[in-house]
């Protein structure tokens, strides 16, 4: 005969290693081997109630034992040594090492576990509408038992104790055996499923496990700031790290107390989308925010030098603007801050110290990329230039996941992920020709069902192709950013869709730039290919 239908069907080892639930787990193995399968048994199961006054009140139930036929059972166990004062109105459990634990009044509980589940089934399309048999009892584990009543409310039978427990089933069956009511049938016992046992699943849209990743980060990203403090009156420092350690944040906050300090302060960058971003970030703080070129044409301009025709080589920049440093000494500054300096050629940095106020007492700040696989060994360059190098090695603006994505491609000083965990990359095969529209359904996934909102979305991609074709597929969603990836070098988003495509491949700038721009989620869509070269490192 196989045993009762038990809730849960197997107890969890954390309930079973609990030395609290032991007595407990004694009687739930008892009654799965005792009863047989027309018995069901719910075990450590909370019910809700209301007090007369409509006061919310809750209670927890150790065992509901129910059968169509009998009526339903409401069991509260107790182990140890029970003893009652009633002066105190007090129960108390003796452990095997005399220790005195207060307790809840155990009949109490079963009493009102037994009334409130009643009125709970009541309310379930499934109860019969009949007069059952309801009834309540106590275990006590490991005592003797008592040789009479306890009270007018706590006859003998009410209890099961420890001589008795080898038979428990007997008590149970006695406990459900007097009076003149109707059986529940199996209609009544799924009422109590369906207050006991019903299964649901709340779904969680990504976009909230997102946001909080993304509020984790955003309380990380301020930590760094110490080293600021720390070098404030430094007047050449260089800050090297890999992506996601913080050298843009550094560099704004840098530049920002620079300014507010009354010191006439740059913020310089290669890249022209870079600098619109850190413009945006530094509005009404006073610092000028240029592009390398845009730098280089308005010195000259003011300075009314003659700017040759076509794109400015990184010579011809360094010369403007050092001729426009020396004809017009009042376009210098007290502090220069580089962004993503290793994009900066040597001739230019000879060209930032010419645009200074003063050698010995302005300000030259760097902040470069470490990707010594990518750019080089970008530190012994500066290191000719006497400024004083400082390590960032915290990554605080990626998840681990995806710091371990990009970490494939990152060869320097070693990054410690400091983010959450984060959500699972996302890497789906697709084939050339498809590859945006896969990139169109992920969009519509992540802003419909999973919530996420369409303004911290960035499709990147390596082709101005790409960009047309994505930009048509994607017009309908006004929100999301379509990028080229170099093109967003230096910025972030927190979700980045790659569109991986064969103009990325080989080129390991790009694959780096493009799996660390993501904050919280990234998503790889491409030929198989692709996706086993940037996940090369998986393997």
Not at 73 to 99: C, H, M, N
Not at 315 to 340: F, G, H, M, N, W
Not at 377 to 406: K, M
Not at 409 to 438: M, Q, S
């Amino acid at each position: 005969m196989s045993g009762a239908q038990m809730w849960p069907a197997i107890l969890p080892r954390q309930v079973r290693d609990n030395p609290l639930r032991e007595a407990e787990v004694k009687v739930y193995d008892l009654l799965a081997e005792q009863l047989g399968p027309e018995w069901t048994v719910f075990y450590s199961r909370p019910w809700l109630g209301l007090t007369p006054a409509g006061v919310e009140k809750d209670g927890e139930a150790d065992f509901v034992v129910v059968h169509a036929v009998r009526g339903y059972l409401t069991i509260e166990v107790k182990g140890g040594a029970i003893a009652f004062d009633p002066a105190a109105d007090q129960w108390t459990s003796t452990d095997r090492y005399g220790i005195k634990h207060n307790i809840k009044n155990p009949v109490r509980q079963a009493v009102s576990a037994q009334h409130e589940l009643l009125k709970a089934v009541k309310n379930s399309p499934s109860w019969p509408n009949r007069f059952i048999r309801a009834r309540h009892g106590v275990v006590f584990t490991d005592s003797l038992p008592p040789a009479e009543a306890l009270g007018p409310d706590m006859p003998r039978e009410m209890f099961c104790c420890r001589p008795e427990l080898k038979t428990i089933s007997d008590w149970v069956r006695h406990r459900l055996s007097t009076g003149d009511e109707q059986p529940m049938g199996e209609a009544g016992v799924q009422a109590f499923r369906d207050v006991l046992a019903r299964p649901f699943e709340l779904s969680v849209p990504m976009g909230h496990y997102l946001d909080d990743d993304d509020q984790a980060i955003a309380e990380l990203t301020p930590q760094q700031y110490h080293i600021l403090t720390a070098v404030q009156d430094a007047p050449r420092m260089a800050a090297g790290g890999g992506a996601g350690t913080g050298k843009t944040i550094l560099a704004i906050e840098d530049a920002a107390r620079k300014a507010a300090a009354g010191h006439r302060t740059a913020l310089v960058c290669l890249s022209p989308p870079l600098a619109q971003h850190l413009t945006q970030r530094l509005l009404n703080t006073g610092v000028y925010v240029w592009d390398l070129d845009r730098l280089c044409r308005s010195l000259a301009s003011e300075a009314g030098i003659l700017i040759p025709t076509g794109p400015l080589d990184p010579d011809q920049i360094a010369t403007l603007i050092c001729r426009s440093a020396e004809k017009r000494p009042d376009l210098r500054y007290d502090a220069i801050v580089v962004d993503e300096g290793q994009d900066i050629r040597s001739t230019c940095w000879v060209a930032f110290e010419d645009l200074l106020n003063s050698r010995e007492k302005s300000c030259l700040h760097v902040f470069f990329d470490t990707n010594q696989s990518v750019y080089g060994d970008v530190s012994g360059e500066l290191a000719s230039f006497q400024i004083a190098p400082i390590r960032l090695t915290r990554n605080l603006r990626n998840t681990r996941t995806i710091h371990d994505a990009a970490s494939k491609f990152y060869e320097g000083t070693e990054l410690l992920a400091d983010g959450p965990a984060g959500t699972t990359v996302e890497w789906i095969e697709t084939t050339a020709r498809n590859v945006d529209l896969k990139v169109l359904e992920v969009v519509r996934r992540l802003t419909g069902d999973d919530e996420v909102n369409p303004e911290n979305i960035v499709v990147l991609c390596a082709s101005d192709v790409m960009i047309d074709t994505l930009a048509k597929k994607l017009a309908a969603f006004d929100d999301i950013s379509i990028e080229k990836v170099r093109d967003f070098k230096g910025l972030e988003k927190p979700v980045v869709i790659l569109a991986a495509t064969r103009d990325l491949s080989d080129i390991n700038e790009l694959a780096y730039v493009a799996l660390s721009r993501p904050r919280v989620h990234l998503v790889v869509a491409g030929e198989p290919e692709m996706l086993s070269w940037l996940r090369q490192a998986e393997a």
